[in-house]
């Protein structure tokens, strides 16, 4: 496990920062002043019962839902509104909660279209294939090879992800992610559904994700096992509101915690 | 037996990001050609060439066209047919004001009129989506139909409301109007879909033709991976339009000689559209199969009561066809809904494995 | 300066100079109104039950009305004649559930909207081999439908009600009542509305998809009779009324694609648009507006609010 420490923590450097968050549809508050921090290099968790709000915060974070208070900053850059691209070209990527993959194309087509901010050819070479759009290819190709490699999925190259068993895709669906070389890496339940096998696995590659690349991660995740292997610091959610934040052991005795989870008497 | 791939080692990704890597497959496609080159102008009949070869590619590109809206893109449309009018009344009106240019630039050329006026028409699309986007593009078949009708300036004030296609030359060959032969057209017609199909592929396996299986696929996911559904949508909305006017261009100048708005009606949409979608969703070969499928078929059909020597009037062997079409159509959708493309496909993974059956 | 005096002046002069015109006009657009209504009834009926998008139901319309007039001319009473075209529209219910639907189930939308267009070819086809593709009257007198017209003296002018118009507005009015009664009332229509809801949940409550979709085709195909006999009384019975169908489409767009009452509105707002801005604007673009100036309408609304007149906002998840 990484050995990061709270001294750690709280030298790094901010990579986001959100403050002050509230998001509603109609009258439902799906987000209620929301404020936490990620630093640049950690593994950040949030977790919370069901219907807590998690998802809806990476929705606000990468520009999907536009909340109607509060500020996010990334890479010291506040920003109010901006399209999910935007926070694309900034260098934010995601997996989803119900996988996303594009089911028409194959493995390798899928990651290399989360290059696609990489790749720049106009369309006059498109057209002929020749020239800068055939070298732009081969050399992203290459890049998409190393992601493959890494998550150890050669075999599945060329298969239609659709036909794909359902860890297979997740592990696609992070090289999609990958592929956009993202200095903040979003992963909304990376390991829901999985066998337990298949957990270890997928827990090895956020690792690995994290310490050879040095990508900031931020997951949402159900097994408080995994949460508290990988995360460095969690930020818990209950009800759209922010219950505890802060290092797996602290946020584990934490009362108001124990209470979302088990339940109180009221 | 002769189609294995059991021993081409790809060597660089160059060789394994090729349109073809297999060998045989690359062979295949220099067979058709010459076989679309020189055996069909050397060896068919006229009837052949005007009737069916001619506008079998014509329908082709525009089904290749529509295929890139619908089913690359994800984009329902049910404006080919005016957009293929547009393709048409554009380069009637280019050959009147500028008579001495070359005819087959013009006929390429009008194909930047109907995109430009495709992206219009697709500008909602960034809105709607599904079924309302039908609604669009039928809005733009009944305006653009109405203006082929009602804007005289369009088809230069002639009185028939018709265009009628101009005597012009290229190197010295007689191509367009009544006196161009037959083989003269289906050589520029194969030359012009040749090309354009081959461009179409480019497009489609690099960056761009990625950017619109990303929208049709799960839009939201590729907004996130930060694809511009404008830019993608639109430029699939031109693209496809540009297809679709060339080939209705190609259709005036080339096989009917002379057009009014019936030609570029509602159910000219619909016919391309079956093309498609018999054919094969997001399938280049797909589209060259679902032409020949609509088109050729019911010219066979119409030629079976007189082969056979029964003796059916012209309009029930219609009636008849229309029906074979529609229970054609609704059983290959039960059977196969990804088309014959997929047809196609499955025949060369048997014959790759062959005698195996895996 | 004459263009826009044109377009915002004097339309409004000639309507307040004229109003028994512009009530005729309206009364006009009120009567084809209720027949993209009933036309785009048939879709929602079936767009509710089976998430199809029926292609066909313009097809229909002419296919049942061809029928009716069909059985009449083979010298059957105007009266069998109804009840066979009804069993017929029965029968291509059943038909269309056992051959098409049932083999279609979980394709996507796309698909099945392709298999109507085959349907409606296959109908094309079917009625002109059978019926001949000449346009037929409708036998109107024979089934004691009314004909004539009064006329109205108001504003020192005159305004013409034919009286077959007000029927069809009666039985337009009549059909709504009955089969918002029934989809409310009854257990098949409890089943509807659950199957309209989801189709998985439905199965596994014990209701039987195939008979409900036999059941909403034959409820569409009694609409479609009934729009028929309507259109075929004030024009002709003919394969020309597809291209007509086809206006039921702006028609949802603006109710929805699942509300009755929303078919019932859009279909009234399309026929007064129309019919007004054909007449009074029409012949500023040379007339013949009439042929796009419903989708256009839709265009524009889709634009501003892309969920319908009566659809909730809706909230994209991921």
Redesign the interface.
């Known amino acids: 496990m990484s050995a990061r420490t709270a001294a750690d923590i709280a030298v790094g450097e901010d990579l986001l920062h959100v403050d002050d968050i509230s998001l509603s549809?109609?009258g439902v508050k799906a987000i209620q002043n929301i404020s936490f921090n990620i630093v640049k290099g950690e593994i950040r968790a949030i977790i919370g019962p069901n219907g807590a709000g998690k998802?809806s915060m990476l929705?606000v974070i990468?520009g999907?839902y536009h909340p109607q208070e509060g500020t996010i900053t990334f890479l010291g850059e506040e920003r109010r509104k901006m399209?999910?691209?935007r926070?694309?070209?900034q260098g934010i990527?995601?997996t989803?909660?119900?996988v996303?993959?594009?089911?028409?194309?194959s493995t390798l087509?899928n990651i290399?279209?989360?290059r696609?901010?990489k790749?720049h050819?106009n369309?006059f070479w498109?057209?002929?294939?020749y020239g800068p759009?055939?070298n732009?290819?081969?050399e992203h190709?290459?890049a998409v090879?190393e992601i493959i490699d890494f998550l150890e999925i050669e075999h599945i190259r060329k298969t239609p992800v659709g036909q794909l068993p359902y860890g297979l895709q997740k592990r696609v669906e992070l090289g999609?992610a990958l592929a956009?070389e993202p200095s903040l890496l979003l992963l909304d339940e990376p390991m829901a559904g999985m066998n337990l096998e298949e957990k270890e696995d997928m827990s090895r590659f956020v690792i690995d994700v994290n310490q050879q690349f040095g990508t900031t991660i931020a997951l949402i995740e159900h097994d408080m096992g995994v949460v508290m292997d990988l995360a460095d610091r969690i930020v818990v959610m209950d009800y759209g509101k922010k219950i505890a934040d802060g290092m797996p052991k602290d946020v584990q005795s934490d009362q108001n915690v124990i209470d979302a989870y088990l339940g109180v008497a009221h | 037996m002769f189609y294995r791939e059991a021993g081409q080692y790809k060597t660089s990704y160059k060789a394994d990001q090729a349109i073809f890597p297999i060998f045989q497959d690359r062979m295949a496609i220099v067979f058709y050609l010459l076989v679309a080159f020189v055996a069909i102008p050397y060896f068919g009949s006229d009837f052949f060439i005007t009737s069916m070869m001619i506008p079998f590619l014509i329908f082709s590109l525009a089904a290749i066209g529509l295929n890139i809206l619908v089913g690359y893109t994800g984009q329902i449309s049910l404006g080919t047919g005016a957009f293929m009018g547009v393709g048409a009344y554009a380069c009637y009106k280019m050959t009147s004001i500028f008579p001495d240019v070359n005819i087959i630039i013009l006929i390429i050329s009008s194909g930047i009129f109907s995109a430009a006026v495709g992206m219009i028409f697709g500008l909602p699309s960034l809105r709607i989506k599904g079924f309302y986007l039908v609604v669009t593009t039928l809005a733009a078949q009944f305006f653009l139909e109405w203006c082929f009708i009602r804007v005289p300036w369009l088809y230069n004030y002639n009185d028939s409301g018709a265009i009628e296609v101009p005597q012009r030359e290229a190197l010295g060959v007689i191509v367009t109007g009544a006196s161009a032969t037959p083989t003269t057209r289906y050589l520029i017609v194969l030359a012009i879909v040749v090309a354009m199909t081959w461009v179409a592929s480019n497009i489609i396996h690099g960056r761009i033709g990625r950017s619109w299986m990303m929208i049709r696929d799960m839009d939201i996911a590729a907004e996130l991976m930060g694809i511009r559904p404008l830019y993608a949508k639109l430029s699939a909305f031109a693209v496809s339009s540009f297809y679709c006017g060339v080939a209705g261009a190609m259709m005036v100048f080339f096989w009917l000689g002379a057009a009014e708005v019936e030609s570029f009606d509602v159910n000219h949409s619909f016919l391309i559209l079956f093309m498609v979608v018999i054919g094969g969703l997001g399938s280049l070969v797909g589209s060259f199969l679902g032409a020949a499928f609509i088109w050729i078929l019911p010219v066979i059909l119409r030629a079976i009561p007189d082969t056979i020597g029964l003796d059916i009037n012209a309009a029930t062997v219609e009636h008849i066809n229309f029906m074979i079409i529609g229970g054609l159509i609704i059983f290959f959708l039960i059977v196969e809904p990804h088309g014959l493309a997929r047809l196609w496909a499955l025949a060369k993974q048997k014959l790759r494995v062959w005698p195996f059956p895996y | 300066m004459d263009l826009l005096f044109n377009i915002f002046v004097s339309p409004f002069i000639e309507m307040v100079t004229m109003p028994d015109f512009l009530l005729q006009v309206l009364w006009e657009g009120f009567v084809s109104g209720t027949l993209y209504a009933l036309i785009a009834l048939g879709f929602v009926l079936i767009f509710k039950a089976s998430g199809v998008f029926n292609f066909a139901q313009g097809i229909m319309v002419v296919f049942a009305a061809l029928t009716l007039v069909g059985f009449h001319a083979a010298g059957l009473p105007a009266y069998v004649s109804l009840v066979l075209a009804l069993a017929v529209m029965g029968f291509l219910a059943w038909g269309v559930e056992r051959v098409v639907l049932r083999h279609l189930v979980n394709q996507p939308d796309l698909i099945l909207f392709m298999a109507t267009i085959g349907l409606s070819y296959f109908l094309i086809g079917f009625g002109e081999l059978i019926f001949g593709g000449e346009p037929k009257s409708m036998i109107t007198e024979q089934l004691g439908l009314p004909t004539g017209s009064t006329t109205i003296e108001i504003f020192d002018g005159i305004v013409i009600l034919q009286h077959l118009d007000i029927a069809a507005a009666a039985i337009a009015a009549i059909l709504v009542a009955g089969l918002a009664l029934f989809f409310s009332k009854t257990r098949i229509g409890r089943a509807l509305r659950a199957v309209a809801d989801d189709h998985q949940a439905a199965l596994s409550v014990g209701i039987s998809l195939n008979q409900i979709w036999a059941i909403v085709w034959f409820a569409a195909g009694i609409v479609a009779l009934a729009t028929g006999i309507m259109w075929g009384a004030r024009s002709d019975v003919s394969f020309a009324l597809q291209i007509v169908a086809l206006k039921a489409l702006p028609v949802l767009i603006l109710g929805g694609f699942t509300s009755v009452p929303g078919a019932i509105i859009g279909g009234l707002i399309i026929g007064f648009g129309e019919k007004l801005f054909e007449v009074y604007w029409g012949g500023l673009l040379g007339g013949g507006v009439e042929g796009w100036f419903a989708y256009v309408i839709a265009l524009i609304f889709l634009l501003f609010r892309p969920q319908g007149l009566f659809g909730e906002k809706i909230i994209e998840r991921v």
């Open positions: 549809f109609g998802t929705n990468n999907f399209r999910p691209y926070a694309a070209s990527s995601r989803f909660q119900n996303a993959l594009f089911t028409g194309m087509d290399m279209a989360g696609s901010l790749m050819r369309f498109q057209m002929f294939r759009a055939l732009e290819e081969i190709r290459r090879e999609r956009a």
